[in-house]
Structure formats: C-alpha cells, structure tokens
C-alpha cells in the first residue's frame, strides 16, 4: 500500500524554525527523486524542494534558498525539510511526493507562520 505520511507542522512566529518529516512507502521512495510541495490558501499546490534518489542534487524554489534545507535518509525511506527564517509567506500545507509521477497524495502537514 502506498503511503506518505507527512509530520512536524506547527504554528511559529516570523523568524522562527521547523522540520518537517514525510515517511514514505518503499515503492515510492526507492531510486526516486523527491520533492516537498506547499499548498497555499487558495493556490495551486506548487514545488518547494526537490532532492535526487542519491541526495546530491537539490532544487529550490527561489524564495526559500538560503533558509530551507532537503534532505533525506534512505535508509529510513524518510525525507526532511528544515525551513529556517520562517516567514507569513511560506504558511500553508506541506506535502512531500516523487517529483515527477507522483502518487496519492497523503494528509499533509499545516505550517502557520505568524507575524
């Protein structure tokens, strides 16, 4: 059964830090590359971090380089995304999923960034 379980959402203040955790079935993860996506309120859900099956090549959307870090632990099937200087801006819900060819969607996780 396939499976994305994201966690680690919070309501923080501008500033402030997070890591988010996507457990995901091995179908999914193995050989993979895979992305963090963040549904904003009223927008389409769009790409935020994407990181290759080997881990050594990651993509940024432009406004959170340099404050949000992907990683991912294979070992575990699990990817991260640690988002520092956190900003109103990047409030909504995150989702994790293969980048191209994604699968069902999980739950998502709620980030509430306030100013």
């Known amino acids: 059964q396939v499976q994305l379980v994201e966690s680690g959402g919070g309501l923080v203040q501008v500033g402030e830090s997070l890591r988010l955790s996507c457990a995901a079935s091995?179908?999914?993860?193995?050989?993979?590359?895979m992305a963090w996506y963040r549904q904003a309120p009223g927008k389409q859900r769009q790409v935020v971090a994407s990181?290759?099956?080997?881990?050594?090549?990651?993509y940024y959307e432009d406004s959170v380089k340099g404050r949000f870090t992907i990683s991912r632990d294979n070992a575990k099937n699990t990817i991260y995304l640690k988002m520092n200087s956190l900003k109103p801006a990047n409030t909504g819900v995150y989702y994790c999923?293969?980048?191209?060819?994604?699968?069902?969607w999980g739950q998502g996780t709620q980030v509430t960034v306030s100013s």
């Open positions: 091995r179908s999914v993860f193995s050989g993979s590359t």
């Open positions: 990181i290759t099956s080997g881990g050594n090549s990651n």
């Open positions: 999923n293969r980048f191209i060819g994604t699968y069902p």
